[in-house]
């Protein structure tokens, strides 16, 4: 078994590694390669693909690998295999990002990246910890509940166009999509290897999980 971290210089990868590894470890979940080539995302039987900074650099940087990109479309959508996106890997899921101009996401969860803005006086970024709330049961949320916590770090969020593919919010002066997901898909706007307990569980369900 063999999961591969997307490594395309949009993040540093070291303590998602570090955390992928641990859980790995502890669930039997195989092997965790931190790779950009495209046959290494061709023959993994998981992909993860993390980052940070804003949606069209990272769109522009997944492109630049040579093939990368039309691996991971591939492996995903033709041979299904188990895809976790975490923030803008997340947010790059979705139909479009409208983050400094109009950037073409893969399209597999309908829907947009919008700037957040939230009620009151709240700041943007939204940054820290805040309160999951369970949206729809998934396996990667068993042993998740609504008021664990995770660890958030964005300006712009995934606004889902169906709500069934949004698994779980957050409140921070307006619903803030947290989790989403899609048949052998599922992304986190929130650092997974920065949320502790929730983020490990979750990094081990994913491990566990086959669809």
């Known amino acids: 078994m063999l999961t591969v971290l997307v490594d395309y210089d949009s993040g540093n ?38 980052g940070d900074g804003a949606f069209p ?42 983050e400094y101009q109009e950037t073409p996401g893969f399209g597999w969860i309908e829907g947009e990246v919008v700037r957040i803005e939230p009620e009151g006086h709240l700041k ?3 940054m820290g910890w805040n309160d ?6 998934h396996p990667v949320l068993e042993g998740i509940a609504t008021g664990d916590h995770a660890y958030f770090v964005h300006s ?16 921070y002066g307006a619903a803030i999509t947290a989790i989403v997901g899609r048949e052998t898909m599922v992304g986190t706007q929130f650092h997974p290897e920065k949320s502790q307990k929730t983020g490990l569980r979750l990094i081990a369900n994913f491990l566990r999980w086959t669809p």
Do not use: N, W
């Open 156 to 171: 712009y969020h995934f606004r889902v166009k169906h709500d069934a593919d949004r698994l779980a919010h957050v409140d």
């Open 132 to 137: 999951l709330t369970v949206d729809h049961p």
């Open 57 to 98: 650099a990272c769109r522009r940087a997944l492109g630049s690998y040579g093939g990368l990109s039309e691996a991971i479309e591939e492996a995903v959508t033709a041979k299904a295999r188990p895809f976790l996106g975490i923030c803008v890997g997340m947010q790059m899921m979705a139909s479009r990002g409208l």
């Open 13 to 50: 990868l070291h303590s998602a590694e570090k955390a992928f590894q641990r859980m790995a470890t502890e669930v039997g979940g195989g092997t965790v390669l931190v790779s950009g080539k495209p046959e290494d995302v061709a023959r993994a039987d998981r992909i993860v693909l993390p």
């Open 124 to 126: 943007v970024p939204h």
